[in-house]
């Protein structure tokens, strides 16, 4: 249903709900005075640490942290998204969601996507229905019934088949210009220029993007289908190909296999994340339904985090060759930043040669489970072990090296026990101390910087290949023009000396300040009274203020789970400032240092000070200027006290 929940709805249906009576459904309660306690559900724990508050209709884990409402704790136990968990809930009062209207943007872009999904569904069945009738189908079924695939896991999976040929799919989905071009937005066609070079509005100039190939589904969170990767049957190349970008599929935020895993799962212990399709089905064949690959790109910390949204342990199980261990090395490096402490990262690399399909086929699920247990190696061995390779430890030059390398990966490691335990283990394998080190990572960082070339100017777009769609932009948020006034790029000229550092977009004082709060939450924590911004006469100010207060009050939210909340509790339109600042277009400011790119000149801390400074001396402007019209005003009964404050500061200004 289109349009956003009204607030008004979303606080009566949480007075009417009843939290204690809600999680004791799904988590046995006990009655421990005026509260109710249990073991989290949420982390692992011996001792009940959980807490449910009956007055207050709240929850919280003195041990994890984890804390919220109804509809927090739906979103959290079941896995849901803000409105589902409310659409739930709501069902379990008999009620219906009411919604309200969107402006006729939104209500655009959010109908397209939904024809978009209605599309790539269609395009799964058709896909499947190939794989059981198809004269084709024989060749497809012999080659998974080859991997030891059954008809269980092909149907769990929604495996299907592209038969041979340049427009079946076209034929059966895309009978008109406009559908073909549907088609070709959702990645499914390809639109073929003509010998001129120039392209037809015309369903013949288009094809279809599979041909004679096993189709593996890929599906969001919610299990619906966003795109397709393609094995082929004969001998065409690329061997895998998947669908390109579109409004609804962006690879470097979605792995292979979650939904499915999570729907075999109630409890996901931990991921196996392995590198292609046919690994994760393969595992899922011998009962090991908790693995999930990336989509023909490297695993990035966005794909780290999405992870870690859904277990606390990871396992990555790569092939033992050069391009595994690559694999393996910035698979790690993306994780580094997510490693927060309870969060566990192991790592198999597999003998040459193997990958989890061929070896599972080999073992058998139990035996490979054991490997798992067995070999699979801790992040900190892992890392001291890759980067030790050929450096002699005995020796003072071999302690350098490794420490060169190794300290400042740790110091991508967020605040926490996790952190210093890893630097005492550096610390250990190369007898220097803890001061000694962190002159290491500065003087690394210094000659990062230096050796970084000069930002280029802007140059023109270049023409996407003939067929090809360029990859858009995210489509649940809004994107900001980089053109635009409020955002004024570097020319590449280097700032003087005595001037501070500034990010390469430049933003208002006020706004940079949500932007690095938004990446930075632990910098709220230096705004220790948030009241005067809240209650500024700046609309910035104020949700600078609200922001804080937000981030004080609910510790460890991500910032794309603190833009969910936003827009799921104050529906004022400043949700919208949020997702702007958040959204990709800051990738060479604020969002690369947030994903710690250490060839950027840039301190989170540094450029926070510097913006409240901004706004301290343009108050203090703004009273002296007051000040000024006041002393102008009475200049017939000035002291010498008064008369000297006007002579200064008509002097500097």
């Known amino acids: 249903m289109a349009g956003k929940i009204p607030q008004h709805f979303i606080d009566d249906l ?157 034929n059966a989905l895309g009978d008109s210009a406009q559908k073909a071009d549907r088609l070709e937005q959702a990645g499914l066609a390809i639109r073929r220029g003509d010998s001129d070079g120039r392209t037809r509005p015309d ?97 990035g910390e966005d794909h780290i985090q999405l992870a870690f949204r859904h277990t606390a342990e990871l396992v990555f199980c790569f092939d033992g060759d050069r391009a595994g261990r690559n694999a393996a090395r910035r698979a790690l490096e993306a994780a580094l930043p997510q490693m927060q402490d309870g969060r566990s990262l192991r790592f198999l690399l597999l003998p040459e040669g193997e990958d989890p399909d061929t070896l599972v086929r080999q073992l058998g699920g139990e035996r490979f489970e054991q490997l798992l247990e067995e070999q699979a190696r801790p992040l900190e061995d892992f890392l001291f072990d890759l980067l030790g390779e050929g450096i002699n430890l005995q020796t003072m030059d071999g302690r350098a090296r490794l420490s060169k390398a190794a300290a400042p990966l740790l110091d991508r490691l967020p605040d926490g026990v996790y952190r210093q335990l890893m630097f005492q283990q550096l610390a250990a394998r190369t007898g220097l101390d803890r001061e000694t080190l962190q002159e290491v990572i500065s003087a690394e960082q210094a000659r990062a910087r230096a050796a970084q070339p000069a930002p280029r100017p802007p140059q023109a777009e270049t023409t996407p290949t003939p067929g090809e769609m360029p990859p858009p932009d995210d489509a649940l948020l809004p994107d900001l023009d980089p053109g635009t006034a409020e955002y004024a790029p570097d020319r590449g000229q280097a700032p003087p000396a005595e001037q501070p550092r500034r990010s390469q977009y430049r933003l208002p004082a006020e706004r940079m300040l949500i932007a690095l709060v938004l990446h930075h939450p632990e910098l709220a924590a230096r705004i220790e009274d948030p009241e005067p911004y809240r209650t500024s006469s700046d609309p910035d100010l104020q949700l600078l203020g609200r922001l804080v207060e937000v981030i004080q009050s609910r510790p460890g939210l991500s910032k794309f789970q603190l833009i969910g909340h936003w827009r799921g509790n104050f529906r004022d339109g400043t949700h919208e400032i949020l997702e702007e600042l958040v959204n990709a277009p800051l990738v060479s400011g604020v969002q690369q240092l947030a994903q710690g790119d250490a060839k950027l000149e840039y301190d989170p801390a540094a450029e926070f000070a510097d913006c409240l400074q901004q706004l301290d001396r343009t108050a203090q402007k703004q009273r002296n200027r007051g000040l000024l019209e006041q002393l102008k005003g009475s200049s017939g009964q000035l002291t010498e006290e008064q008369r000297a404050l006007l002579a200064n500061w008509q002097r500097k200004n």
């Open 203 to 299: 369903r013949r100039h288009h094809y279809d993007r599979f041909r004679n190939r096993i189709m593996f589904p890929i599906r969001d969170r919610r299990g619906r289908t966003i795109a397709f990767g393609g094995r082929v049957l004969g001998d065409d190349k690329p061997k895998y190909l998947n669908s390109p970008e579109t409004p609804i599929f962006h690879k470097g935020r979605e792995l292979y296999g979650l939904w499915e895993a999570r729907q075999a799962n109630r409890d996901l212990k931990r991921l196996i994340v392995v590198e292609g399709y046919m690994d994760v089905v393969a595992l899922a064949q011998y009962d090991i339904r908790c693995a999930v690959a990336t989509l023909g790109t490297a695993c």
């Open 14 to 170: 949480l007075a009417r709900a009843d939290v204690v009576e809600l999680i004791d459904s799904r988590v046995k309660l006990r009655k421990t005075g005026k509260n109710y306690s249990a073991c989290c559900p949420f982390h692992d724990e011996k001792t009940p640490s959980f807490t449910v508050s009956p007055d207050k209709q709240f929850y919280y884990c003195f041990g994890c942290g984890a804390n919220g409402t109804a509809i927090g704790f739906l979103m959290e136990y079941d896995r849901l998204d803000f409105p589902e968990a409310v659409e739930k809930l709501a069902a379990s009062q008999g009620l219906e969601v009411p919604r309200e209207q969107l402006a006729p943007g939104v209500e655009k872009r959010r109908q397209e996507s939904q024809s978009l999904y209605q599309l790539t569904e269609k395009a799964a069945d058709y896909y499947q229905r190939q794989l059981r009738s198809h004269p084709a189908a024989n060749a497809a079924i012999a080659y998974l019934r080859n991997r030891g695939l059954s008809g269980e896991i092909a149907r769990d999976f929604g495996i299907g088949l592209a038969p041979p040929g340049w427009d079946n799919l076209l």
